[in-house]
């Protein structure tokens, strides 16, 4: 069955970085892109950007351009987000998600990855 | 960017009542709407989407409809297991967004 396993909690100083893993099985992990999706609590969903498996090619919502690096490792089938110059406001939960169709609709979901942005 | 507003921001139910939320982007997006259900500390799991299909093994109670820039999801006849948040999505255009959730509650 498909499956996507993010990496564990994480506990950050502001202007740190931060890098959240995502291990894909159960498909062909280079066929789909793996998008980037974040909760903070209490609030709703914040659409970060995608990247392609398989070119490595990556979209980033405007808002984290140039603080968010969206990697692959094909051969641990393992997608990363990196996001630096952290701040309170980026305390969140971080979700991996991808579709195995032609739509941007996400029907596969990671766990969720907390990271905490605290002095 | 689309913006995507829902309606009501929460509302109170009791099992068997027919539910109504309301989605409108800010901009024409054709059928390029999800709805979602979410459950404290779990993830999203996509309910609908294109504006109507039913995800495999959603139950048949969740129904979606609309296009263009008005949508809805209506859950026919509450169940227990209903109780959750629910977020719309747009899929026309990058970046991709979110509606600000309707939180389904117990009367």
């Known amino acids: 069955q498909v499956q996507l396993v993010q990496s564990g909690s994480e506990v950050k100083k502001p202007g740190a970085s931060v890098k959240v893993s995502c291990k894909a099985s159960?498909?062909?992990?280079?066929?789909?892109?793996i998008n980037w999706v974040r909760q903070a609590t209490g609030q709703g969903l914040e659409w970060m950007g995608w990247m392609n498996p398989n070119s490595g090619n990556t979209g980033y919502a405007q808002k984290f351009q140039g603080r968010v690096t969206m990697t692959r490792n094909t051969s641990i089938r393992t997608a990363y987000m990196e996001l630096s110059s952290l701040r309170s406001e980026d305390t969140a939960v971080y979700h991996c998600?991808?579709?195995?169709?032609?739509?941007?609709?996400?029907?596969?979901w990671g766990q969720g990855t907390l990271v905490t942005v605290s002095s | 960017d689309i913006q995507m507003t829902q309606s009501p921001s929460s509302v109170s139910a009791s099992v068997g009542d027919r539910v109504t939320i309301t989605c409108r982007a800010s901009?024409?997006?054709?059928?390029?709407l999800g709805w979602y259900q979410q459950k404290p500390g779990k993830a999203p799991k996509l309910l609908i989407y294109a504006a109507s299909s039913l995800e495999s093994g959603v139950p048949s109670r969740f129904s979606g409809s609309g296009s263009g820039t008005d949508f809805t999801l209506t859950i026919s006849s509450l169940q227990p297991e209903d109780f959750a948040t629910y977020y719309c999505q747009q899929a026309n255009s990058f970046p991709l967004t979110f509606g600000g959730g309707t939180k389904v509650e117990i009367k």
């Open positions: 159960g498909y062909t992990f280079t066929s789909y892109d």
């Open positions: 998600a991808t579709t195995l169709g032609e739509l941007l609709f996400f029907d596969y």
């Open positions: 901009q024409g997006i054709s059928s390029w």
